[in-house]
């Protein structure tokens, strides 16, 4: 692989407080802190891949609102490097934006999102004849209104996409977002088929098979989590399912055994916030997915990334370049098994 990597998908900037606790209804509690930076699965995903390796190409297709918002993501991209043709601005939607509470007593954080400009991004929106990556990344499912609607062929539009880009021989991959209801099925599963690395949570895994992954006192449970993973090869995922918790991650390639990589072992004050930390660990596996690592290997990168964008509250300062990324993580060490 040598092409690069599209990240397609949510463009936003999220607006952070830091809060001394999340307060209960109708209660009061300090801000101590408010800052901003981008945010959602484009953005993340795209800042974090440019900062592992600013030499790789890493293009970000989305759309945006025409205003100081939007301004400002595609400055933030542009300034590292990311590929930014294909992100598209219209007048008539704002910028999509997230209010992130970040608890500082609990290191937990609570979203609460505008959909805007990324509710109106769709399929025309992509231009197909000019992708020329090796993998393309779309996300979020769940959270993307256009690429959510039913396809009478393929089942929803998401999946639609992803069938159109693996006929140029593209690598597809998707990413979720943790909501509750019950549309996982519905909207996650018709993609699988036409998916060649699934890269989420184990909430998500879990509400998209339909098997707990823990137990009643709330562990991880190994087994529960191979069978979701056989669970979505049998659902139609083609090469790689991927999955992280904060306990680690787990790897498997079709066929093959499944790799679980404890979390580093970060300690309480280094920890700054969580905004952007699946998307961290996901442009680590996407990286090593690139790169061709081994997955041992693989887990270890997408682990260091997200334990360095731990080290800060927003979605991507944490992150650096691969060799100082894997500096970190030789330094920190892993939590025990």
Not at 89 to 107: E, G, R, Y
Not at 154 to 170: D, N, W
Not at 269 to 296: Q, T
Request: hydrophobic share 40%; glycine share 10%.
């Amino acid at each position: 692989m040598n092409k690069g990597i599209a990240i397609v998908g949510n463009l936003l900037v999220d607006h952070v407080k830091l809060i001394d606790s999340y307060p209960a209804p109708g209660m009061l509690t300090n801000i101590r802190g408010v800052s901003q930076c981008v945010g959602g699965c484009a953005c993340n995903t795209g800042a974090a891949l440019a900062k592992i390796d600013p030499e790789m190409n890493v293009v970000v297709i989305g759309k945006l609102g025409n205003d100081a918002d939007g301004d400002y993501i595609k400055g933030v991209l542009s300034n590292l490097g990311v590929n930014i043709d294909g992100v598209i601005t219209i007048d008539d939607k704002p910028t999509s934006f997230t209010d992130v509470m970040s608890d500082m007593s609990a290191n937990e954080r609570t979203f609460f999102q505008a959909r805007g400009a990324n509710a109106e991004f769709s399929i025309d929106d992509i231009d197909f004849d000019r992708l020329d990556v090796d993998i393309f990344h779309i996300g979020y499912a769940l959270l993307l209104d256009k690429f959510d609607q039913p396809d009478d062929e393929y089942g929803t539009v998401m999946a639609r996409a992803l069938a159109r880009v693996s006929e140029r021989g593209i690598k597809t991959s998707i990413d979720v977002v943790s909501e509750v209801g019950d549309r996982f099925n519905k909207i996650v599963t018709p993609c699988l088929p036409h998916c060649d690395y699934l890269i989420f949570n184990e909430v998500e895994a879990s509400r998209v098979t339909g098997i707990p992954v823990r137990d009643e006192n709330g562990k991880i449970s190994q087994s529960g989590m191979k069978q979701v993973i056989n669970e979505l090869f049998e659902m139609g995922v083609r090469e790689v399912v991927c999955i992280h918790a904060p306990e680690g991650g787990w790897y498997s390639r079709k066929g093959e055994g499944v790799y679980f990589q404890p979390s580093l072992n970060l300690s309480r004050d280094m920890i700054k916030g969580k905004v952007g930390a699946g998307d961290s660990f996901c442009a680590g596996m996407l990286y090593s997915l690139y790169r061709e690592f081994d997955p041992e290997y693989s887990l270890r990168v997408a682990g260091a990334a997200a334990g360095c964008n731990l080290t800060e509250v927003n979605s991507i300062d944490g992150l650096r370049a691969f060799d100082k990324m894997m500096e970190f993580e030789s330094e920190i060490g892993y939590e025990a098994d």
